[in-house]
Nanobody, 117 residues
Framework: QVQLVESGGGLVQAGGSLRLTCAAA????????MGWYRQAPGKQRELVAA???????NYLDSVKGRFTISRDNAKNTVWLQMNSLKPEDTAVYYC???????????WGQGTQVTVSS
């Protein structure tokens, strides 16, 4: 059974920082592409940042230069460091683990991030 457990969300003022953590259990973490997605009320879920098993990363344009995704395969953990937060970053943030071979696609329960103006 795969489990992804997120933590680190909360309420922060605009310009502040938060660090999200996703701890993975029950999966072959090292071969997974790990991603952080977010979903704001009334909007579709969107990919914020992803990091492949080899370490390559990609980011949503609106977070480039402010957010950093990283991983530690030995600890089965992925982080999202969020700096210079803006009210429009307010959303529920979800951790995702994906692999095409073997195929799997798992989600965490989500953690709320609220940025006040």
């Amino acid at each position: 059974q795969v489990q992804l457990v997120e933590s680190g969300g909360g309420l922060v003022q605009a310009g502040g920082s938060l660090r999200l953590t996703c701890a993975a259990a029950g999966t072959i973490f090292s071969i997974s592409t790990m991603g952080w997605y977010r979903q704001a009320p009334g909007k579709q879920r969107e990919l914020v940042a992803a990091i492949a098993s080899g370490g390559s990363t990609n980011y949503l344009d609106s977070v480039k230069g402010r957010f950093t995704i990283s991983r530690d395969n030995a600890k089965n953990t992925v982080w999202l460091q969020m700096n210079s937060l803006k009210p429009e970053d307010t959303a529920v943030y979800y951790c995702n683990a994906y692999s095409s071979r073997p195929y799997y696609n798992y989600w965490g329960q989500g953690t709320q991030v609220t940025v006040s103006s």
